[in-house]
Each structure stands twice: as C-alpha cells, then as structure tokens.
C-alpha cells in the first residue's frame, strides 16, 4: 500500500482544520477547502457516517486529491441524543456556541432540575477517507464523559467549555490541547485510519 502525500482536509471547521493537522504527519503536504474557495456542501445525510461521506466524495471530486473529512457532534442522553448530527446548526448560521450552549442548558433544567451528578454524553466524531478514484474508508471515534453545569476554559472551539470526559474533572475547554487531542473522539478515529499515512 502506498501511502498518502498530499491530502485535502475536508472541513471549513477551524478547530477540526487544526486538530487534524496536528495529528497527521508533518511531511503529509495538506490543502483546505479555503484555498480552494471551496463551501462545505449541504450536510443532507441521517447519520455521522453518511455526512462524513458525503464531504469527503464533495471535495475529492471537487479538487481531485485523497479527501480526509470529519462529521463530528455532541450526543446527550437527557436531550435524547441531540443536539447530535445538528451540533453546528445549533450554533446558528454565525456559529455562536455562547447560543448553542445557552440552548442545550435550557433543554436540560426543562427536562430535570438536578442533573449535575447525573447526566451522560459522548462526542463522536466519523471521519471518512476518500480517493479520487471512488475507493473510501470509514472510521468512528467516541469519547464518553458529562456536560458541566458551567461554560469552563478558553481552549478548543464549539462545545469544548461544556465537556468533561470521563476519568477527568476539567472541560476540554480548560485541558492543555496537546491533552485534548490526545483523548479524543476524532483521535480515536484516526488511531484506525493512521495506516495509510504512516
Ligand atoms: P464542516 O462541515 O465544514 O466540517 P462543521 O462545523 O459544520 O464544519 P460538523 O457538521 O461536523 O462541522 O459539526 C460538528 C459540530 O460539533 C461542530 O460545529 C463543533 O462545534 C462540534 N464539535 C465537533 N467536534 C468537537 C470538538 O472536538 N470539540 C468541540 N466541539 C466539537
């Protein structure tokens, strides 16, 4: 098998972009949407797995190079599951977490008052590997941890102020990124798709 060279990093996310420059080799040359003046396509899929894959065939056909997309999201028991799939429409066309945020802390105190010590969520993240050539690989990560009751820590991006993973006591927002990155939904994706780059 020979392995990737150049890739297209199939996300307008800056906070996935970073992320997932950070856990690819050095050596691996990386595009992004942007210098493409490319537009993340219309996320009309049902699942992470189908989202993820719809971006990445978009900007491999779009660019002609190997594409390595993310559809990730916020899953909360209590909330049923959501905001899930809808994680970054929640945030609005502005893409206001304080908004997104405000809104899942409403949904909850509605559903129960107490639900400090007791509440579950995971972040999930699919990340799909696509080639020019129609061949495509898929691989999910989940990190399972609770929402905090408080916005906590300037890190990271999104909903990382709310997340506290399990076996911690700090948000992903409060952790050190290197940390973060270390543990994460989208690090246990890539841990399976590693292969093809190294
Ligand atoms: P692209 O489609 O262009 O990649 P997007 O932001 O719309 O950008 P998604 O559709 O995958 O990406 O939405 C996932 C949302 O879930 C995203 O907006 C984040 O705010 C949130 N999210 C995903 N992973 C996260 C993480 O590691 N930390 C915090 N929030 C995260």
């Not at 999201?73 to 502005?94: M, N, Q, T, V």
């Not at 509605?110 to 691989?139: E, H, M, Q």
């Not at 909903?159 to 076996?167: E, L, N, R, T």
Request: aromatic share 12%; proline share 4%.
């Amino acid at each position: 098998m020979s392995k990737i060279k150049e890739i297209i990093i199939g996300t307008n996310n800056e906070g996935k972009y970073k992320e997932i420059c950070s856990l690819l080799p050095n050596e691996i040359k990386k595009y992004s949407p942007k210098q493409f003046g490319i537009l993340t396509p219309e996320e009309i899929g049902t699942s992470f797995e189908e989202n993820s894959f719809i971006k990445a065939s978009y900007f491999s056909k779009k660019t002609n190079l190997i594409c390595l997309s993310d559809d990730s999201g916020l899953e909360i028991d209590l909330l049923k599951g959501e905001p899930g799939i809808y994680s970054s429409r929640w945030s609005g066309e502005k893409n206001n977490f304080n908004l997104a945020i405000k809104r899942i802390f409403e949904k909850m105190n509605n559903i129960k008052k107490d639900w400090k010590n007791d509440n579950v969520a995971k972040f999930i993240c699919c990340l799909t590997l696509f080639w020019p050539n129609g061949k495509n690989y898929l691989s999910k990560g989940i990190i399972k941890g609770r929402i905090s009751t408080k916005k906590k820590g300037k890190n990271g991006f999104g909903y990382d102020p709310i997340f506290i993973p399990d076996g911690y006591s700090k948000t992903f927002g409060e952790m050190k990124s290197v940390l973060k990155m270390s543990i994460d939904h989208r690090f246990k994706a890539f841990r399976k798709i590693r292969k093809f780059f190294i």
